[in-house]
């Protein structure tokens, strides 16, 4: 059975920073793009950044030089550096696979940018 536990959200003031984490079981780490997504009530999910097996990463414009994208794939674990938080970033964040597979989605962690 396939699970993603993300951790690590939190309350934090803008300009903060906040590590959150990604552990995979099942088989679906190995050679898998694993990628964050966030999700706004009331709007669509979006994707926030990926990373190949192989270490390449992408980011979305809006997080693209503050957040960074990381893997263990000795532990199956993905992480999210996130560095100057701006409250826009406030949002429920997930990690799934690239493309996202909806039997993947977990139950995400809380990201709150507040002052």
């Known amino acids: 059975q396939v699970q993603l536990v993300e951790s690590g959200g939190g309350l934090v003031q803008p300009g903060g920073s906040l590590r959150l984490s990604c552990a995979a079981s099942?088989?679906?780490?190995?050679?898998?793009?694993m990628g964050w997504y966030r999700q706004v009530p009331g709007k669509q999910r979006e994707w926030v950044a990926s990373?190949?097996?192989?270490?390449?990463?992408n980011y979305a414009a809006s997080v693209k030089g503050r957040f960074t994208i990381s893997r263990d794939n000795a532990k199956n674990t993905v992480y999210l550096q996130m560095d100057s938080l701006k409250p826009e970033d406030t949002a429920v964040y997930y990690c799934n696979t690239v493309p996202s597979k909806i039997d993947y989605w977990g139950q995400g962690t809380q990201v709150t940018v507040s002052s």
């Open positions: 099942g088989n679906i780490f190995s050679n898998k793009h």
């Open positions: 990373m190949s097996n192989l270490g390449s990463t």
